[in-house]
């Protein structure tokens, strides 16, 4: 029999298995605030796995079987992470994740992050339970809050918290983080959207997150997505056309925004790194939208 991991360790699996650019990166970070974020990306990444990957996946009367046993999920998921906020977590036989939780609640509960990310991210996750459209472009941005912004929040603040004797202190009100990333977080959502567009279209629809009249608006419908770029419709090269026009307003507003957030060199080399790729992605579009179908991931991971 295996040695038991400790709760650090099964939370940095969970971010090492995953290989997010956020946790390739993370590897640049000082021992405590590394500590604080492989807890707090297992702990967001265990609840979006939930819904993406095991009740999104299942079949119309599966998901339909199971979207309250899902939703009460969520719900439990928000009360730990909250719990974890005031470090007043405690694992019971009910617990979902316990020893991500018995992690988080070392870290979170050092911390002045406060409520904010958890409450926002477990309501995106409802949404796509819920498997509900996003209608307009404001709906889409109100979606995006949880789904982006969120975890982006939690990032900036672990950059920009001081730790001192175990605890992390931001000088300012968390949500100067949140308002500092969040052009910036929906601009590389947007860069995931259409990263992953292939891929997420044939699994299932409520991966689009597009909004219906983004979609209308190039002669789309969420259903026949997968189709049409199956076929290369040309209609998708106006969709992939909007979105980064989009993306593009929101990089330059972005950029003004989180130049404001208060980093010293290295934690500005981390940020860096991690964005160099979305724009990158970005501009390859912007020169040429027709290679969307080649640099997409149609079998990437998220």
């Not at 969040?182 to 997420?200: E, G, K």
Request: hydrophobic share 45%; with cysteine.
């Amino acid at each position: 029999m295996g040695v038991a991991m400790t709760p650090l360790e099964v939370c940095h699996d969970i971010a090492r298995r995953n290989g997010s650019p956020l946790y390739l990166v993370s590897r640049l970070l000082g021992a405590g605030k590394r500590r604080l974020f492989l807890t707090a990306y297992a702990a967001m990444r265990v609840v979006d796995d939930l819904v993406d990957e095991d009740f999104l996946d299942g079949d119309a009367e599966g998901r339909a079987a199971r979207r309250g046993e899902v939703l009460t999920r969520i719900a439990l998921w928000r009360e730990q992470a909250l719990a974890c906020v005031r470090g007043a977590f405690q694992p019971g036989e009910a617990a979902f994740a316990p020893m991500v939780f018995q992690g988080l609640n070392e870290t979170l509960g050092a911390s002045d992050l406060g409520e904010w990310p958890w409450v926002a991210l477990a309501a995106a996750m409802e949404h796509d339970v819920r498997e509900q459209e996003i209608v307009t472009w404001e709906d889409f941005l109100g979606y995006c809050e949880g789904a982006t912004v969120a975890p982006a929040t939690t990032f900036a603040y672990i950059l920009a918290c001081e730790e001192r004797g175990g605890r992390f202190r931001l000088e300012r009100d968390p949500a100067f983080c949140r308002d500092r990333v969040r052009s910036m977080a929906v601009f590389c959502y947007l860069m995931h959207i259409l990263r992953d567009l292939s891929r997420d279209a044939r699994r299932h629809v409520q991966l689009i997150t597009i909004p219906r009249t983004t979609l209308a608006e190039a002669g789309l419908r969420r259903e026949e997505l997968a189709a049409a770029l199956q076929r290369r419709d040309p209609a998708v090269g106006r969709l992939v056309g909007a979105l980064n026009a989009r993306a593009g307003e929101l990089l330059v507003s972005g950029r003004e925004a989180i130049a404001g957030l208060p980093l010293n060199a290295l934690e500005r080399v981390i940020l860096g790194q991690l964005l160099v790729k979305y724009i990158d992605f970005h501009e390859r579009l912007r020169k040429d939208p027709a290679a969307f179908h080649a640099i997409s991931r149609p079998g990437g991971a998220g």
